[in-house]
C-alpha cells in the first residue's frame, strides 16, 4: 500500500493539558528564564570577553568583570537552573504521554531562554573571534586555507582575541561560510564587538530553520513535534554553545535538515514489500533540489555531507531497496554532490585548498575526548615505563583508527537502514555522532549534529534517554569562559560551591510553589500507555502490518513501518 507524502494528522492524538500542568509549564518557563538571566549577566564577568572588553565601559555592568568569582557563581547558577528547567520541561513533552506540551508554549520557552543570551559576550568558547580573523583574512585578499589570522597582524583588533594555537593554522570551514564571514566583517571591520553579534545573528537563522523543519521531519517520522522541539532546540547544548557560544554548527545543520524535508517532500511512504508505483510529477526535482541544499550545508560544514547517504538509503527503499537501486541512487547523490559542491566553491571565489584545512582541530587534543585521552594515558605510561614520550604518535594512531571505526558504523547503518532494521534518520544520527564522538578534539555541541537528528527520528526510549543523558553531563564539563582560569583553578570550586547553594534554595521555592503534578514520579492516568516500555517491543515482534501515527514508544525505531503505538489506525504516516 502506498500513501501520499503527508497524511493528515488523526484528530485527538492529545488532550490539552490540565490547568495544573499549564500553570506548571509556567513556571518551568520562569525558572528557566531567570536561569538565562543569571547567565548572561554572569558572562560579563566570566565570558569569552574581548581583550578590549566594552562591558568596562558601561555604567554599572562593569562591576561583573572585577569580580570573576561571583560573576562566574551566577553563570553556574543560570547553567543548573537552564538545565533542571529543560529537565522538568520534558516531563510534558514526553511521547507516550495522552496530554502534551503545544508547540506554541515550546516556542514561547525558546524566546524567553534564548533573548537574554543574545547580546552577551561569546561563552563557553572564543571561536568567533577566530571567525573574524580567518574571515578578515578573506575580505583582504588572502587565502584562508593558506595562511592564519596572524598574517593580519598579531596586533590587529580582529587577531588579539585569537588563541594563539589558532593564530597561524589554516580555516576549518567551509568556503560558503567563510566567504559569509568575509561580508560580515566588511561591514563592521574593526568593530570585534558588532562582528560577534552579527555572527550571533547568522547562528540564530540557523536556529531558526531548525526550529522550523524539525517539527515537519518529526511528523514525518512518526514523532510528536513537541518532543522534538524539547529535545533538539530547548536543549541546554543549544542555549550554551550555539546561541550562547555563536558557533556556525546551527547554519549546517539546520540547512542539513532542511535538504532532507525538501528532498523528502513528495517521497512517498513505502510499506515494505510493496511494489513502488511510476515517479509522482515533482519527485526527481524534489529529490535534486534536497540534495543540493544538503551539499551546500557541506559548504558550512563538512559533516553534513554524511545525510547524503542516508537520503540516497531512502531514494532506494522508495524504489525495491535492492543493491541497484541503493547504487542508483547513491551515484545520483555523488554527482549533484560534485557539481553544487563545485560551484560553490568556485563562485565564492575559492578553490579546493579547503579541504587541506579539514585537519586543523587535530592540533587540539581536548580532555574531554575519548580517543585523546587514551592517547594521552598511553604517553604516560610509556614514560612510566622508560619506553619515552609518545602521545602524538599515539593519538595519530587512535585517530585514524577512530575515523575507521565510524567509517565502519556508518556503513553498518546504510546497510542496516537500507534493510528496514532502523530509520535512515537514526542511522544519520548515530553515524555522524560516532565521527564526532571518536574525534581528538570533541567539543560537548558537535554531539548535537546526532541529537538533533536524533530528536526528530527517535521517539522511543533508547535514543532519547540517551541523548538526553549526554546533553546534561555535556553542558556542564566546560567553564563559561571556556579557559581554566589560568591556572587559579580554586575559582572554579569556590563558584560552584556557592552557585549550588544558590540553586537548591531556587529549587526549594519551585518545589514549594508549584503544582504536585511537576515533581510527581509517576501519572498513570496520564500516559497514553502506561507499559509504554514494553508495548512498542511486543508490538514490533507480533505485527506484520503498518499501525497507526501515534507516539512512538521503544523499540519502534528498528521497524519503519511502524511507529510504536498501540492500533488505533491503520492509515500509516510517511516514513521513507
Known amino acids: 500500500m502506498w500513501v501520499p507524502a503527508r497524511s493528515p494528522a488523526h484528530p485527538g492524538d492529545r488532550e490539552p493539558l490540565t490547568a495544573d500542568e499549564r500553570r506548571s509549564v509556567r513556571l518551568v518557563q520562569t525558572f528557566g528564564t531567570f536561569g538565562s538571566l543569571m547567565l548572561a549577566f554572569g558572562s560579563l564577568g566570566a565570558g569569552a570577553a574581548p581583550v578590549l572588553n566594552p562591558v568596562n565601559t558601561l555604567p554599572v555592568l562593569r562591576i561583573f568583570a572585577r569580580i570573576p568569582t561571583v560573576s562566574l557563581a551566577l553563570a553556574f547558577i543560570g547553567m543548573i537552573m537552564l538545565i533542571v528547567g529543560w529537565l522538568l520541561l520534558g516531563r510534558f513533552a514526553?511521547?507516550?504521554?495522552?496530554?502534551?506540551?503545544?508547540?506554541?508554549?515550546?516556542?514561547?520557552?525558546?524566546?524567553?531562554?534564548?533573548?537574554?543570551?543574545?547580546?552577551?559576550?561569546?561563552?563557553?568558547?572564543?571561536?568567533?573571534?577566530?571567525?573574524?580573523?580567518?574571515?578578515?583574512?578573506?575580505?583582504?585578499?588572502?587565502?584562508?586555507?593558506?595562511v592564519g589570522p596572524e598574517a593580519l597582524g598579531n596586533d590587529d583588533p580582529l587577531v588579539v582575541g585569537v588563541a594563539n594555537i589558532w593564530r597561524d593554522t589554516p580555516a576549518p570551514y567551509g568556503p560558503l561560510f567563510l566567504r559569509i564571514?568575509?561580508?560580515?566583517?566588511?561591514?563592521?571591520?574593526?568593530?570585534?564587538?558588532?562582528g560577534i553579534l552579527l555572527f550571533r545573528l547568522l547562528t540564530l537563522v540557523g536556529l531558526g530553520v531548525v526550529v522550523w523543519v524539525l517539527p515537519r521531519l518529526a511528523d514525518r517520522f512518526g514523532v510528536p513535534p513537541s518532543t522534538a522541539l524539547w529535545l533538539g532546540v530547548a536543549n541546554p547544548l543549544v542555549l550554551f554553545h550555539i546561541v550562547g557560544g555563536a558557533?556556525?554548527?546551527a547554519l549546517g545543520i539546520g540547512l542539513m535538515l532542511l535538504g532532507l524535508e525538501v528532498g523528502l517532500r513528495r517521497l512517498p511512504y513505502r510499506v515494505r514489500g510493496d511494489s513502488p508505483p511510476p515517479l509522482v510529477n515533482g519527485e526527481i526535482g524534489f529529490i535534486v533540489a534536497g540534495a543540493a541544499i544538503i551539499t551546500v550545508a557541506a559548504t558550512i560544514k563538512l559533516h553534513a555531507i554524511v545525510a547524503l547517504g542516508f537520503f540516497g538509503v531512502m531514494i532506494a527503499r522508495r524504489w525495491y531497496g535492492s543493491i541497484k537501486d541503493l547504487l542508483k541512487a547513491g551515484s545520483g547523490?555523488?554527482?549533484?554532490?560534485?557539481?553544487?559542491?563545485?560551484?560553490?566553491?568556485?563562485?565564492?571565489?575559492?578553490d579546493y585548498g579547503w579541504v587541506n584545512g579539514l585537519s586543523t582541530p587535530t592540533k587540539l587534543w581536548n580532555w574531554i575526548a575519548p580517543t585523546a585521552e587514551i592517547g594521552q594515558l598511553g604517553g604516560v605510561l610509556g614514560v612510566t615505563l622508560g619506553l619515552g614520550n609518545h602521545t602524538a604518535g599515539i593519538i595519530a594512531v587512535l585517530a585514524i583508527l577512530s575515523y575507521l571505526a565510524a567509517g565502519a558504523i556508518t556503513v553498518k547503518f546504510l546497510w542496516d537502514s537500507l534493510h528496514w532494521r532502523y530509520r535512515p534518520m537514526i542511522g544519520l544520527g548515530v553515524s555522524v555522532g560516532a565521527f564526532m564522538f571518536l574525534h581528538v578534539a570533541m567539543q560537548p555541541w558537535w554531539l548535537l549534529w546526532a541529537i538533533i537528528p536524533l530528536a526528530a527520528s527517535a521517539g522511543t526510549s533508547r535514543f532519547r534517554v540517551l541523548a538526553t543523558g549526554m546533553s546534561v553531563v555535556l553542558a556542564v564539563l566546560i567553564p563559561p569562559n571556556g579557559s581554566p582560569f589560568d591556572g587559579r583553578l580554586y575559582t572554579l570550586p569556590q563558584a560552584y560551591f556557592a552557585g549550588g547553594l544558590v540553586v537548591l534554595g531556587a529549587l526549594a521555592l519551585?518545589?514549594?510553589?508549584?503544582?504536585a503534578v511537576l515533581f510527581a514520579r509517576t501519572d498513570p492516568d496520564d500516559l497514553l500507555h502506561p507499559q509504554a516500555s514494553t508495548i512498542g517491543r511486543r508490538h514490533r515482534r507480533h505485527s506484520t502490518g503498518p499501525v497507526s501515527a501515534g507516539p512512538a514508544t521503544a523499540g519502534a525505531e528498528h521497524a519503519p513501518e511502524a511507529s510504536g503505538a498501540a492500533p488505533r489506525d491503520t492509515t500509516p504516516r510517511n516514513r521513507p
Not at 564571514?181 to 558588532?194: A, D, L, N, P, Q
Request: proline letters at 7%; one cysteine or more.
Open 333 to 350: 547523490m555523488l554527482v549533484i554532490c560534485a557539481v553544487v559542491m563545485t560551484a560553490v566553491t568556485y563562485g565564492v571565489g575559492l
Open 181 to 194: 564571514g568575509s561580508w560580515i566583517t566588511g561591514i563592521t571591520g574593526e568593530h570585534v564587538s558588532g
Open 94 to 146: 514526553r511521547p507516550s504521554r495522552k496530554r502534551i506540551v503545544g508547540r506554541g508554549e515550546l516556542h514561547r520557552t525558546l524566546l524567553l531562554w534564548i533573548a537574554p543570551l543574545v547580546v552577551i559576550p561569546p561563552i563557553f568558547t572564543r571561536d568567533p573571534y577566530v571567525y573574524l580573523g580567518q574571515s578578515e583574512v578573506l575580505t583582504r585578499g588572502m587565502d584562508p586555507y593558506e
Open 247 to 249: 558557533h556556525n554548527d
Open 510 to 515: 519551585l518545589w514549594w510553589r508549584a503544582p
